[in-house]
Nanobody, 119 residues
Framework: QVQVVESGGGLVQPGGSLRLSCAAS????????VGWYRQAPGSQREFVAT???????NYGDSVKGRFTISRDNVKSMAYLQMNSLKPEDTAVYYC?????????????WGQGTQVTVSS
C-alpha cells in the first residue's frame, strides 16, 4: 500500500525559513514525479513545485526564487526548502507522488502539513 507522509510544517515569522519533507513508501519512488501543492482557507489548491525523477524542477510564479524542491531517490524522500517566507505562504502543504509509465498515471497525496507565517 502506497503511503505519502509530509512533515516539517509549523509557525514561522515573516522572512524565516522552513523545510518540508515528504516520505513515500510502497512505490517505486525513482519512477515518480513529485510535487508540492498548497491550499489556503477559502482558496483552491495551488501548484507550488514539481521535480522529475531526473531532477528537473518547475515552480509556481509566487514561489520562484524563494522555494527549492529536491529529492533523494535512495531514501524515497522529497523536500521543499522555503526561504523568505511571507504571510501569504500560509497554507496546508501537500505532497503529490505520481507514478509514470501508466495511463492514467496513478497519483497519491499525503495528509498535508500546516505552514503558518505570522509575526
Amino acid at each position: 500500500q502506497v503511503q505519502v507522509v509530509e512533515s516539517g510544517g509549523g509557525l514561522v515569522q515573516p522572512g524565516g525559513s522552513l523545510r518540508l519533507s515528504c516520505a513515500a513508501s510502497g512505490i517505486m519512488f525513482s519512477l515518480c514525479v513529485v510535487g508540492w501543492y498548497r491550499q489556503a482557507p477559502g482558496s483552491q489548491r495551488e501548484f507550488v513545485a514539481t521535480i522529475t525523477s531526473g531532477g528537473i524542477t518547475n515552480y509556481g510564479d509566487s514561489v520562484k526564487g524563494r522555494f527549492t524542491i529536491s529529492r533523494d531517490n535512495v531514501k524515497s524522500m522529497a523536500y521543499l526548502q522555503m526561504n523568505s517566507l511571507k504571510p501569504e505562504d500560509t497554507a496546508v502543504y501537500y505532497c503529490n507522488v505520481r507514478r509514470l509509465g501508466f495511463s492514467p498515471p496513478p497519483e497519491y497525496w499525503g495528509q498535508g502539513t500546516q505552514v503558518t507565517v505570522s509575526s
